[in-house]
């Protein structure tokens, strides 16, 4: 069984970071896609960052075009876990971020994940 445990959200200022954990298993992370999307109130869920599985040349990053330079996803294979690095924070950037996994990035990105964890509260004071 797949499971997918987030934890690092909380409350931050604005222009601070937060890191967030996605710690898969059952599922080696190495081997599928892997990415967070985030709800924030009022609001549907939205793609925001996304790894692709290992391979020759190693991974791809998809990013949010909201998000672009100011996060960054990365993976810890022996951890089997992935990160949200998020810096410079704004308040638009409240929101639960979830981790998800799938086959493939496309299916990913929109929102296809085979596996979604619990959630983790994101929340930036301006």
């Known amino acids: 069984q797949v499971q997918l445990v987030e934890s690092g959200g909380g409350l931050v200022q604005a222009g601070g970071s937060l890191r967030l954990s996605c710690a898969a298993s059952?599922?080696?992370?190495?081997?599928?896609?892997m990415g967070w999307f985030r709800q924030a109130p009022g609001k549907e869920r939205e793609f925001v960052a996304s790894?692709?599985?290992?391979?020759?040349?190693?991974?791809?990053?998809y990013y949010a075009d909201s998000v672009k330079g100011r996060f960054t996803i990365s993976r810890d294979r022996a951890k089997n876990t992935v990160y949200l690095q998020m810096n410079s924070l704004l308040s638009e950037d409240t929101a639960v971020y979830y981790c998800?996994?799938?086959?493939?990035?496309?299916?990913?990105?929109?929102?296809?994940?085979?596996?979604w964890g619990q959630g983790t509260q994101v929340t930036v004071s301006s």
């Open positions: 790894i692709s599985k290992t391979g020759w040349g190693g991974s791809s990053l």
């Open positions: 059952g599922r080696a992370a190495s081997d599928y896609a």
């Open positions: 998800t996994t799938a086959e493939t990035i496309p299916a990913l990105r929109n929102g296809r994940g085979d596996y």
